[in-house]
């Protein structure tokens, strides 16, 4: 089965840019998507088909797709953008994979 | 808005059965694919199926973990899905949450209900 890899957390200062990265497989022949999730609450989704920003999802977060790792980035890091953060994608049409998350913490 | 209600959860002992139900609001029930996520306490997002609409013959795909034991459904009429789990396992317990994906023709989960904990205990 097709696997996601993920750093299990990653640290910015407030104001600076955080990277986290989703490896696998030729990863950049699939879309992939970013969910947020903050302790207690249900996953916002953050980015889809690697780029696009649903409505409502600041412009601070961008993403990009190429050859075996995806990447979320989050300008201006602010202290409400420490959560879990989680990469999925679609192994083969019918089975949904994340990766096993990234805990942000701003500091 | 779209709004998506998960209800159903509980105790209930290994090798018991529970069902969980997904009830929606805000759009047009039948017209989306409804899925199932769950996360164990303190673990990550793990997807557990998902049933497409009635255009697509209302077929299920399931995670490795579940399939032959969990069972998707769902009734357009109360635009309501269903998650039928029965031979629970401890490893089982979990938060589940149903998801409808945005619209377009690329499936991405956009909306997500608060959650039902479903604890599988002796």
């Known amino acids: 089965s097709y696997e996601l890899t993920q750093p299990p957390s990653v640290s910015v200062s407030p104001g600076q840019t955080a990277s986290i990265t989703c490896s696998g497989d030729k990863l950049g022949d699939k879309y992939v998507c970013w969910f947020q999730q903050k302790s207690g609450q249900s996953p916002v989704l953050v980015i889809y088909q690697d780029s696009k920003r649903p409505s409502g999802i600041p412009e601070r977060f961008s993403g990009s797709n190429s050859g075996n790792t995806a990447t979320l980035t989050i300008s201006g890091t602010q202290a409400m953008d420490e959560a879990d953060y989680y990469c999925?994608?679609?192994?083969?049409?019918?089975?949904?994979?994340f990766g096993g998350g990234t805990k942000l913490t701003v500091l | 808005e779209v709004q998506l209600v998960e209800s159903g959860g509980g105790l209930v002992q290994p090798g018991r059965s529970l069902r969980l139900s997904c009830t929606a609001s805000?759009?047009?029930?039948?017209?989306?694919?409804m899925s199932w996520f769950r996360q164990a306490p303190g673990k990550g997002l793990e997807w557990v199926g998902f049933i497409r609409g009635k255009a697509y013959g209302g077929t299920t795909e399931y995670a490795a973990s579940v399939k032959g034991r969990f069972t998707i459904s769902r009734d357009d009429s109360k635009s309501i899905a269903y998650l039928q789990m029965n031979s629970l396992k401890t490893e089982d317990t979990a938060v589940y949450y149903c998801?409808?994906?945005?619209?377009?023709?690329?499936?991405?989960?956009?909306?997500w209900g608060q959650g039902t904990l479903v604890t599988v205990s002796s």
């Open positions: 805000g759009f047009t029930f039948g017209d989306y694919v």
């Open positions: 999925q994608a679609w192994d083969s049409n019918t089975h949904v994979v």
């Open positions: 998801t409808r994906p945005g619209s377009g023709w690329y499936m991405y989960f956009q909306h």
